[in-house]
């Protein structure tokens, strides 16, 4: 169960509503607009503002009010997400004090607050749901339904679709390998598709085999469970772009390396979450159609599992893909890029106006920029780029660009194939952004490697730990800013 968001015009009157108050930066005591207070909690809630707290709660006996005051800093997306950290400090007030229905009045200058605010606690009151048989485990979550005071109630609407996306990717990156196979993660995406609106089509392995699909199908030989290659399409009537969208996830629902095995303990155990990519590229579908949002947008999932088994592909094999390079396999734990190179050759059958990937690609991504965010290279226009890096900043998912530079073709050459998939010691993320390149022809193009901040082993405010959800707030506000 998660998060109600619902919106009303002003605060009732005469009831005793939990309530939060933002304020402004620098606010010194308790402003006009604020509801009228007891003089005593007035008193204290003006010597906690004059002493600089930023969030303190003022018990008024038959509820509660709480203050969140603004931060000052540089930017609207810098003061955005200490709100939403702020979001993740109230949220265990209000766990603590029991609220079930909380009021939100934003009393900042722009009228920004409330969003921030609550996507902050919306992300943190999110839970895995889980396997545990333990009915008392399952205690219902304390805070129901956030009231939005004078927010636009189709504003309120979309913003709960777009978590709900987040929620979505968060559970499915969750799911352990052995209840999300790659039919599993299929099914799991069509119904998506039947909740929120947008079609879908699964391909399965004699389709994949017909398209001849040889990354795929190369790194799904070692593992007992068919790979699946998942088309989801939002086609809106009346939708701006002429050319869509085409977004592509990599779908690897665990990843033990193959026979170039992961030298557990450590590396491997969190592997489930190498469908990051793809379940993020789910969220932005469920979120896009949710809302309605006219603009044509496909989304292309190649899944399997990555395992040793006794058809496994070998290092040293050279494969053929669908687009017809050949591949020299030098390391079969570099299997992402193997799918997804698949997927953006597929993609040019569309036409698309940009596509872009996400994937949980590589440890050197991960080790260049930590979970703080998310390397991006591509060939798409400085322009598209810049657009990504402000959506980047304005939901704080964001992206710093790697280089494509021709030298780094080098570290793909192969003596027998057309590329290896291996690369060198340094500079491994680019070397996988390069190899893609390859396949991302006849269309702009985009790569997010997610590998850092997709899912995290200790919890870090309110993204959470374990699966974070992380690109698709980001993708939603990229593609929805493209309408104006
Ligand atoms: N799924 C991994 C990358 C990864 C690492 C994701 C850490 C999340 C956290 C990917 O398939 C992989 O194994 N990459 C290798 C590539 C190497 C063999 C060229 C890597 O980064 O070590
Ligand atoms: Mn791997
Ligand atoms: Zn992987």
Redesign the pocket.
């Given at each position: 169960m998660s998060l109600h968001l619902t919106t009303a015009a002003t605060l009732p009157e005469g009831t005793a509503a939990d309530l939060v108050l933002i304020l402004p930066a620098g606010t010194a005591a308790l402003p006009a607009e604020a509801p009228l207070l007891p003089e005593a909690a007035q008193r204290y809630a003006d010597e906690q503002l004059a002493a600089d707290r930023k969030l303190f709660a003022v018990n008024l006996y038959s509820h509660r009010l709480y203050v969140v005051v603004a931060a000052d800093k540089k930017t609207p997306a810098l003061v955005a997400e200490e709100l939403r950290k702020s979001g993740h400090g109230l949220h265990a007030q209000l766990k603590a004090d029991k609220v079930k229905t909380l009021y939100v009045l934003d009393l900042t200058a722009q009228r920004q607050g409330a969003r921030a605010l609550a996507e902050g606690l919306y992300l943190t009151a999110y839970q895995f749901e889980g396997y545990k048989t333990d009915e008392k485990s399952k205690k219902p979550a304390d805070l129901e339904q956030l009231v939005l005071v004078g927010l636009d109630e189709a504003e309120a609407a979309q913003l709960e679709n777009l978590l709900q996306g987040v929620t979505l990717a968060r559970d499915l990156v969750n799911m352990p390998q052995n209840k999300l196979t790659a039919t599993d993660f299929a099914e799991q995406m069509a119904a998506a598709g039947q909740r929120a609106g947008f079609t879908t089509e699964v391909f399965d392995m004699a389709h994949i085999e017909s398209l001849r699909m040889g990354g795929l199908l190369a790194v799904n030989q070692g593992s007992p469970e068919p790979p699946t290659f998942t088309i989801m399409e939002w086609k809106p009537e009346g939708a701006r772009n002429e050319r869509p969208y085409v977004l592509v996830g990599k779908g690897?629902v665990f990843?033990t390396?193959g026979l170039?095995l992961?030298p557990t303990p450590g590396?491997m155990d969190?592997?489930k979450?190498?469908m990051a990519g793809a379940a993020a590229m789910t969220g932005v579908m469920f979120a896009l159609a949710k809302n309605q949002v006219p603009l044509h947008v496909v989304a292309l999932v190649p899944a399997t599992d990555n395992r040793p088994g006794g058809n496994a592909f070998a290092p040293g094999d050279v494969i053929t893909m669908h687009s017809g390079l050949t591949v020299e396999v030098l390391?079969t734990?570099?299997?992402?890029r193997l799918i997804l190179a698949d997927a953006l050759s597929f993609a040019r059958k569309y036409q698309p106006q940009l596509v872009i990937d996400a994937a949980?690609?590589?440890?050197?991504a991960?080790r260049a920029i930590g979970k703080e965010g998310i390397v991006a290279m591509g060939t798409a226009d400085e322009s598209v780029m810049q657009a990504l890096a402000e959506a980047g900043r304005r939901t704080h998912e964001r992206i710093v660009e790697f280089p494509l530079w021709d030298e780094y073709a080098e570290h793909i050459k192969s003596d027998i194939a057309d590329i290896n998939n291996?690369?060198k010691a340094e500079a491994?993320a680019i070397s996988?952004g390069k190899f893609l390149e390859r396949f991302a022809e006849g269309y702009p193009w985009i790569h997010l490697d997610i590998?850092g901040p997709?899912?995290l082993a200790a919890p870090d405010s309110y993204r959470g730990k374990n699966g974070t959800g992380t690109a698709v707030r980001l993708l939603y506000d990229f593609l929805t800013t493209q309408l104006k």
């Open positions: 690897v990843d390396g170039s992961k590396s969190l592997m979450c190498d390391n734990d570099a299997e992402g949980t690609l590589t440890g050197s991960a291996l690369g491994g996988a590998a997709a899912f």
